[in-house]
């Protein structure tokens, strides 16, 4: 590939987007815009001269119109561009979209709603890994919204008290955490669903604020998170924990005493597999029920080609269910699209619903309801 070509190269976009294709020619684009309005795009790349002026085409007929408009245009190129082109126009106007809207998609509200009531059957099931890195907290994310979008109640609790993710992956800012009558009242999404979440990364001052704090105070956080917070009528409650068998978990498994279950996320390779075989053990020895095992980054599905690779071989959760008698709910696999959806904090399964993986979510979550 050659040097770099600017094509109206700004200064200071609104928003940045940046990608390799699978020729290895790199792309990055640029917009600015005053409020829904897109004013100016403008892209590099060291792609050949018939693929820029193919892209400076698309890139020109953007200006001027809505964010809206904007992705429907984008959408009506479908074919005519290739695809590092389109998901990258997309993912332009969409992280546009989400910072005109003041953070989230969702429009966040804090419910005042007290409902006083707590549904003796509801189900909290723990999302474990005895390793970090698994893409765990991707994983509770995507499963609650899943449920969420069945038609199902749904409560999501950040209990990671040291490095809380789930603000970051929702792009939910600083809010204000009120008390009602009945207990600490929950954020409310209304476009995810009325999925209603929690953390502790909702009462940091900065987000990079370090939380140091010994186990007590911690159990007690936990403890509030379980039990204080006005979940109301809930048919399920995820619960985000930490990698490990440490505070975090052990402390919502014994506020549990014996009803919480666990799903347990692990890598295809044998170093995750170890890991989380701990977790299965811890799980068994605490009382938790196992709902089953999810292998995540299951191979990488090409979305040119389609072809699957085996990054970090292939198996081992299959394995790891089998060896300890334990369902395997479900293999997924990357798609950089699931980067694209944590950056801009739109659940995968709500901004590519029609997606393969979207699909095995909802596998997944019809095993959990039938259980």
């Known amino acids: 590939m050659g040097a770099y070509r600017a094509y109206r190269m700004m200064k200071d976009p609104d928003v940045r987007v940046k990608a390799t294709d699978t020729d290895g020619s790199v792309y990055e684009l640029f917009l ?5 309005r897109i004013d100016e795009v403008s892209f590099i790349s060291d792609a050949d001269d018939a693929v820029l002026t193919a892209v ?8 001027g119109k809505t964010v809206r408009e904007g992705a429907a245009l984008v959408k009506e190129q479908w074919g005519t561009l290739n695809d590092t082109v389109f998901s990258l126009a997309d993912e332009l106007i969409t992280r546009y979209r989400v910072m005109i809207d003041g953070a989230h998609e969702a429009r966040i509200t804090n419910d005042d709603v007290n409902t006083g009531e707590k549904k003796e059957d509801r189900r909290t099931i723990l999302v474990l890994s005895g390793k970090g ?3 765990k907290s991707t994983v509770s994310i995507n499963i609650a919204v899943t449920l969420a979008k069945k038609g199902y109640k749904v409560g999501l609790v950040d209990v990671d008290i040291h490095g ?3 603000p970051v992956m929702l792009n939910i800012p600083k809010v204000d955490v009120l008390k ?7 954020l409310v999404l209304p476009d995810l669903y009325g999925m209603k979440v929690m953390s502790l990364g909702f009462m940091l001052e900065k987000s990079d604020d370090p939380v140091i704090w010994r186990g007590p105070l911690k159990n007690q956080m936990i403890e509030q998170f379980l039990n204080d917070v006005d979940w109301g009528d809930i048919d ?24 919480g279950e666990a799903v347990l996320v692990t890598t295809p390779q044998a170093v995750s597999t170890s890991d989380v075989s ?3 053990n811890f799980a068994k020895n605490l009382n938790l029920s196992i709902v089953g095992l999810i292998e995540n980054m299951s191979g990488f599905v090409c979305p040119h080609c389609h072809a699957t690779t085996h990054i970090f071989r292939s198996g081992g959760g299959e394995r790891l269910a089998s060896t300890y008698s334990i369902p395997l709910l479900g293999s997924i696999p990357i798609d950089p699209n699931i980067g694209v959806a944590g950056d801009i904090g739109i659940p995968y399964v709500h901004r ?4 393969p993986v979207s699909d095995i979510y909802s596998d997944i979550c019809d095993k959990i309801t039938q259980k």
């Open 164 to 166: 809380p993710s789930i």
């Open 180 to 186: 009602g009558e009945s207990g600490i009242i929950p």
């Open 352 to 355: 590519f619903d029609a997606s």
């Open 32 to 36: 600015k815009g005053s409020k829904d």
């Open 278 to 280: 701990r977790s299965i």
């Open 56 to 63: 400076d085409t698309f890139i020109d007929s953007l200006k």
């Open 133 to 135: 890195g698994v893409g």
């Open 236 to 259: 399920y409650l995820i619960v985000d924990n930490p990698p490990g068998t440490g505070d975090e978990p052990l402390s919502t498994a014994q506020q549990l005493a014996g009803k």
